[in-house]
């Protein structure tokens, strides 16, 4: 198609079907109706004029299975009809429909067809892979650093003029009378590095914004921001994060970091009418959630799993170094639930007992051995409170662990194995790794190993290469120094889900020592539209790109026991690569958090909607255990809220060359990645309940 994506036209699309499909509009043409036609195309795909068992085949036969149905759209619980086909023989013949298609819906149709006769196409090289990931530079490359010591500069000379005519002379961040312009400047770049001070100069509004950036945002960005204000949508972007975006048109590439952190016009329309895709998060007192489990009364347990629950205390830990613009629990900063009002955020004395009732749901119940304290952000709370935190949690797990020895076999709970932080602070704020907080982590560590504990794990957030800086690299050295492994979740939005960019993020994580957990799909609601990347685009970069990193099952084991021994863990990951000429480890799995299930990748296209949009129907992930509602859900279907086509429009605007992702069309199913060795978890002491509690 040589055509520009976004200058086709309906003439164009028309003139395609005729010319390259001309058998199959003449059958349809020839049917009397839409039932006709589908038993005809049933009959086509079965005959010699098609190769049998290829996936165009079987993708075709599972429209076809699907046309004239309606089926129930998890995320927002509506019914949807499905009439793919019906559709497009009612456009090709003229005859009156309920729905108008769109162009969008006429290309995706287009290749669905056109895939029958097309062989599959040769998967890029491994050269072809490492050239794109050398278009995106890192944060150490030194082009990069000029452009943010100006950057630096001209934020702290903003900030002295700020801390003049604002900051009373009783802050903690206030001038000495007398004091010249040069010495108020080497002051501002001493308190830089004092993260309490990264937080109390943030951005909070967007004239603050557009000062960092020297002016240069878009009148039309301004008023969206000021809309924003009026809906509530908080504001909050450090010194430290506004540095590292270019504000210029020269220079580095900075969509990745600047869609995460800049709002959309379909978030501030929807913010106030925000839904909460992860339905388990719904908490009722007395009800189960939409995973099936029974929590506690409040929002601090979410759960999906029998294995893992999530922690929020009530604590500053509600608050983040940043407001992200897809944020999962941008629900919950719609409901105020988290806030960036640090002192109402600071815990009461009534938490302290809310903490202990909180560790008694993990220690009564019969499968959890898995916490993951986040927030909003694990290492916001202060360190007294996180201390506080991990104590509680240190009392539960040898709580756990005494009460075992009172059980026979066969009715022993799961003792607790695994402790995550979640954290983007090493990316928004990485000064917030002080000694204080390494003391934190590394005697928790050696308490919790006398206790059966055995991984421990901080997760962070880096969604671009770019944000690996100096800065965030020693944050990640300091944290690996107290023995915690330190994993990596990416949110696979546009931007980030260009040819070869999240390539390139991983291998630089790697040579930090990180290990890559997740790469997820963006949510497909409304708020997200103007970044999400569809998952056919996910599977593609994870057959196409990915591919070139991955390893064996043997060669896993054989990693993790070097790993294992290795003194030198931060560049181990480094040499294997080396060993086996590959530029990183996959180790992470492409994902899509299903509502009230789970993640997942296990998918199949039932159906296009007239704007574009694919139904895709998805299979829990069979990899892990389930709480019993999944026995329940046949099948659950997701409608994407891009087409393909309004995506690679997108990515034309941004610069790309479509004919780089012409595969995507192929990618109507997935089947969900193994998980990675190191993430499974520990075996269980023998003796162990099958039994669920809290279900």
């Not at 020839?30 to 005809?40: G, I, M, T, V």
């Not at 922690?311 to 170094?321: V, W």
């Not at 607790?416 to 704020?429: A, D, F, I």
């Not at 300091?478 to 979740?489: D, K, L, Y």
Request: some cysteine.
């Amino acid at each position: 198609m040589k055509q520009k994506n976004k200058n086709l036209t309906f003439q164009d699309v028309k003139a395609l079907f005729e010319t390259d499909l001309t058998d199959l509009c003449a059958l349809a043409k020839a049917c009397k109706d839409a039932e006709a036609f589908r038993n005809k195309l049933a009959d086509y795909l079965k005959s010699d004029a098609v190769i049998p068992d290829r996936p165009a085949v079987r993708n075709l036969e599972h429209l076809l299975a699907y046309d004239g149905k309606t089926v129930c759209e998890l995320s927002t619980g509506e019914e949807v009809p499905v009439r793919t086909l019906t559709m497009w023989w009612e456009w090709l013949t003229a005859q009156p429909s309920a729905e108008t298609p769109s162009l969008d819906f006429l290309l995706d149709v287009y290749h669905q067809f056109r895939h029958l006769y097309v062989p599959e196409p040769e998967k890029p090289t491994k050269e072809q892979v490492r050239k794109w990931m050398r278009r995106w530079p890192g944060g150490l490359d030194e082009d990069v650093k000029n452009i943010r010591r100006a950057n630096k500069a001209r934020i702290i000379d903003m900030l002295v003029k700020r801390i003049e005519h604002v900051h009373a002379a009783n802050s903690r961040y206030s001038f000495a009378e007398g004091m010249t312009y040069e010495e108020k400047v080497d002051k501002v770049k001493e308190w830089w590095y004092d993260y309490r001070f990264q937080l109390a100069m943030a951005a909070r509004s967007v004239r603050e914004i557009n000062k960092a950036l020297d002016h240069t945002l878009p009148d039309e960005l301004v008023r969206l921001y000021h809309e924003a204000r009026k809906k509530g949508i908080p504001v909050f972007v450090t010194p430290y994060y506004l540095s590292l975006l270019n504000p210029y048109d020269t220079g580095y590439d900075d969509a990745s970091i600047r869609s995460y952190v800049l709002y959309s016009a379909e978030l501030v329309e929807t913010f106030g009418r925000i839904r909460a895709w992860e339905k388990e998060d719904i908490v009722e007192a007395g009800k189960p959630n939409a995973a099936g489990w029974l929590l506690p009364e409040g929002h601090n347990i979410h759960r999906r799993y029998p294995e893992v629950a999530i922690l929020i205390p009530d604590s500053m830990g509600r608050a983040c170094g940043g407001l992200c613009a897809s944020c999962q629990r941008m629900y919950d900063f719609q409901s105020k639930r988290l806030n960036f009002n640090f002192e109402k955020l600071k815990p009461n004395e009534t938490w302290e007992h809310k903490l202990h009732r909180l560790m008694k749901y993990f220690e009564e119940d019969s499968q959890l051995c898995d916490i993951l304290i986040t927030g909003g952000d694990a290492l916001m709370s202060q360190n007294k409170t996180l201390r506080n935190i991990l104590n509680a949690v240190l009392k539960m797990a040898r709580n756990k662990r005494a009460a075992n020895r009172k059980r026979p076999d066969g009715q022993k709970y799961a003792e607790m194995k695994r402790v995550r932080l979640g954290s983007r602070l090493p990316v928004y704020l990485p000064m917030r790794i002080n000694d204080e907080l390494l003391e934190i982590l590394a005697d928790f560590k050696a308490a919790a190993e006398k206790e059966g504990i055995t991984q421990f794990y901080l997760q962070t957030h880096f969604q671009s290469p770019l944000e690996l800086t100096p800065e965030s690299k020693e944050a990640i050295r300091r944290i690996q120094s107290t023995g915690w492994t330190v994993t990596n979740q990416l949110v696979f939005n546009v931007a980030a889900s260009r040819r070869g960019h999240t390539a390139k993020l991983r291998k630089l994580l790697n040579e930090y020592g990180v290990f890559c957990y997740y790469t997820f799909s963006v949510k497909g609601f409304r708020e997200n539209h103007a970044v999400f990347a569809p998952n056919s685009r996910s599977m593609q970069e994870s057959c196409e790109e990915k591919a070139i990193g991955k390893i064996g099952a043997n060669e896993e084991q054989d990693f993790l026991e070097q790993y294992a021994a290795s003194r030198f863990k931060s560049s181990e990951i480094r040499k294997f690569c080396s060993e086996k000429e590959i530029p990183f480890l996959a180790t992470d799995r492409n994902v899509l958090n299903l509502p009230g299930i789970g993640k997942s990748m296990t998918f199949q296209l039932v159906g296009i909607t007239a704007d574009g949009c694919r139904m895709l129907k998805f299979s829990h992930d069979g990899t892990r255990r389930h709480s019993p509602v999944v026995n329940h859900e046949e099948a659950v279907f997701i409608r994407e809220n891009k087409s393909v086509h309004a995506y690679l429009c997108q990515l034309e605007g941004m610069g790309e060359r479509t004919e780089d992702y012409e595969s995507i069309w192929r990618y109507t199913e997935g089947e969900t990645e193994r998980r990675f060795q190191l993430y499974q978890y520990p075996l269980q002491e023998p003796g162990v309940t099958s039994e669920f509690t809290h279900v």
